[in-house]
């Protein structure tokens, strides 16, 4: 049951969440966001202690993303390039017979409008340079 003091703390911490800096989204703190905060900060020391390990699979593991994020981000579109179309088109460059060629042409565009924000996360970024 809540409280009235319950009601103020409600209020005030949504106050503050509505108080982010400039040009940023304003996120109120809640349990479930700070768990699946944890998560991805557990997956990500897990990812750079595997990198440390075997440098050699980042290449690949960077290629596979590549690859699911153009197949998703196109699929929702309503791409009829499978996974393993897309991978092919992407790695060889060579299209596959009995597929429209805007599929191709999509996924083509996608990847390349994705290149800049590699090579953003790739320096390292700060989220003011994306501004530019």
Known sequence: MNTPKDKEADIASQENADK????LYAVPDTPE???????EDTLHERLQAAKEVNPDLWPT?????RV???YNSNTIEGCTLSRGETH???TEGLTVEGKPLKD???AQNHAEAMSPQWQRV???A???EYKK
Request: no cysteine; net charge positive; charged share 25%.
């Open 122 to 124: 790739k320096k390292k």
């Open 68 to 70: 699911d994020w153009t």
């Open 20 to 23: 982010a800096p400039a040009g």
């Open 126 to 128: 700060h989220p003011d």
């Open 33 to 39: 966001l700070n768990s699946l905060l944890v998560l």
């Open 104 to 106: 191709f042409t999509d």
């Open 61 to 65: 593991i960077v290629s596979k993303l």
């Open 88 to 90: 092919f088109f992407l």
